[in-house]
């Protein structure tokens, strides 16, 4: 009931320049998929380091996030979609229509679980790439912006957001990510989603993320999560997070 | 009336110790137990580092934020190195935790780390030195089960594989026995137990990321198939045969 009093509020939201049910149509719902084809990185391998290390960056793109691609693809030839896709629009509309697009479907239930897990995975890692970038100290949003006021009013200042950000990633148990995402109501929030969930379900805008499952820290790091949390704080990129204010 | 009064009123304190009694639950704070063997034991299937960080930092948080609770609560007076303290927990949480007063996420914490501390002290003794040809022995119980519920060993095999290369984020992959001897292949979640279903788990395999990604990466399915080398199936006979048994018949034997 929840997720289909979300599509039909993401259809009707009166947010500003609201897109986010881009391309929801009464037609074919296959009209806006296609099959999901990973991006290049905006970056060399070795360009977050030493917050993220060559390696991991490799394995993390080329391993991990292929393979939800691959995975998801294998469903979605399944339903005869055509076409390939390197961003993450395709996987939005997915996700944000999931009931209405699956209805028009008959697939199996593990198979249902597979696309929205990998269709999950492949969308957050598209942008968790651009949600990064190389190191630079003094790292945060540009003073006076609008993010940055939005973040203040919400969490009282900068230091107090990072602080919110820091213990809500030490305390995600399992897989999963954090994420500093924008609300329908335009505020801004601090929220973890398990697994490859997407805050998109929810109808909230992913704008900075961390992934904190253990192979995106695990080489480097291991179990010191709480060292790998206090390095994505110099690759943070804000610039990306303020852009996707208001989509 | 001053005798009936009184003779009622030691009556109920008795009643009340009784009671208290009953459903008074010991304590104990969690240790660690050690590995049965070295680090470098199962090697080359799970690497010496693996093992060293897998027991000294990740099981030992689990018992570190359990104790964490529990030191809060002020309830424990020992401590125990095994599982048998935290079985009696997980299996009876439903009855135990509305006695504790704990808020929502210390619960969550409680149980998660409980599980955790349970699921690895498991863990190490279901693992040992690696063998080839690795099997139950042929006319053992065990044996005898999973060939009768699979159809045979590779069966058995290729059915734990796809289960636990199907478990996707962080959990386990078990072979469990029930009150009435029925085996079954089961994945739980992040540090859920068996226990929690009822199920008795005589073999698991941790497909968290941190018990295989330093040595094998992405590469789960060979991680999966070096666990059959040093499986230890002396371990999985003897739960089986220390599973506490029901004589009711299981009218649900695949649950």
């Known amino acids: 009931m929840r997720r289909a009093t979300r599509c039909v ?51 993390h793109h080329t391993k991990h996030h292929q393979a939800y691609a691959t995975k998801a693809n294998e469903v979605l030839k399944e339903l005869n979609v055509q076409g390939e896709s390197n961003s993450e629009k395709d996987s ?34 598209c942008r968790f790439w651009k949600m990064l970038r190389p190191p630079r100290q003094q790292n945060a949003p540009q003073q ?22 820091s213990d809500s990633s030490v305390g995600v148990f399992g897989s999963g990510w954090t994420w500093l995402v924008q609300n329908a109501d335009g505020k801004v929030d601090v929220v973890t989603t398990p697994n490859q969930d997407s805050p998109l379900e929810d109808g909230a805008r992913p704008l900075l993320g961390l992934d904190l499952w253990e192979h995106a820290y695990y080489l480097k790091y291991q179990n010191k999560r709480p060292e790998y949390i206090e390095s994505f704080w110099t690759i943070a990129n804000w610039d990306y997070a303020q852009q996707q204010l208001n989509k | ?21 009953c459903v008074g639950v010991e304590w104990r704070m969690f240790k660690i137990p050690d590995l049965p063997y070295s680090y470098d034991a199962l090697e080359p299937m799970i690497d010496k580092e693996t093992m060293t960080i897998h027991h000294t930092k990740h099981h030992q948080a689990y018992a570190t934020k359990v104790n964490e609770v529990l030191s809060e ?33 210390k619960q969550t914490k409680l149980k998660n780390n409980l599980g955790g501390y349970d699921n690895h002290c498991r863990f190490w003794k279901m693992l040992r030195t690696s063998t080839p040809n690795n099997r139950p022995q042929p006319g053992t119980e065990l ?13 058995f095999q290729t059915q734990f594989k796809d289960a636990a290369l199907n478990v996707f984020g962080s959990g386990w992959t078990w072979l469990v026995s029930n009150s009435t001897r029925h085996l079954n292949i089961i994945s739980t979640y992040n540090q859920v137990s068996p226990l929690v279903h009822r199920s008795y788990p005589l073999l698991g395999i941790d497909l968290w990321e941190h018990a295989y990604y330093l040595q094998y990466q992405n590469r789960r399915a060979e991680y999966i198939d070096s666990f059959w080398a040093v499986a ?18 299981d009218l649900h034997p695949d649950r």
């Open chain 1, 92 to 125: 939005e509309y997915l996700l944000v229509n999931w009931d209405s697009v699956i209805s028009q479907h008959k697939l199996s239930k593990p198979n249902l679980k597979k696309l929205k897990n990998n269709a999950g995975g492949f969308d957050n890692h």
């Open chain 1, 9 to 59: 509020l993401a259809v009707t939201s009166r947010r500003r320049n609201l897109t986010f049910s881009r391309g929801l149509t009464t037609a074919s719902s296959n009209a806006n998929l296609r099959l999901f084809k990973i991006p290049e990185l905006p970056y060399a391998y070795n360009a977050l380091e030493p917050a993220v290390d060559q390696e991991t960056m490799k394995l």
């Open chain 2, 73 to 105: 609560l002020n309830l424990t007076t020992t401590e125990t190195t095994d599982e048998i303290h935290s079985q009696y927990l997980l299996e009876n949480w439903e009855a135990i935790i509305p006695n504790l007063n704990l808020e929502g996420n």
């Open chain 2, 232 to 249: 230890n199936w002396h371990y999985a006979q003897q739960q089986l045969s220390s599973t506490p048994q029901s004589h009711t018949v």
């Open chain 2, 1 to 21: 009336m001053k005798v009936v009064a009184r003779v009622t009123v030691v009556l109920l304190l008795l009643l009340a110790l009784i009671v208290v009694g």
């Open chain 2, 143 to 155: 044996s005898d089960l999973i060939t009768s519920r699979f159809g045979s060993f590779e069966a």
């Open chain 1, 144 to 165: 006076g912006g609008e993010l940055s006021n939005l973040i203040n009013e919400k969490f009282g200042s900068f230091q107090e957001f990072q602080k919110k950000f």
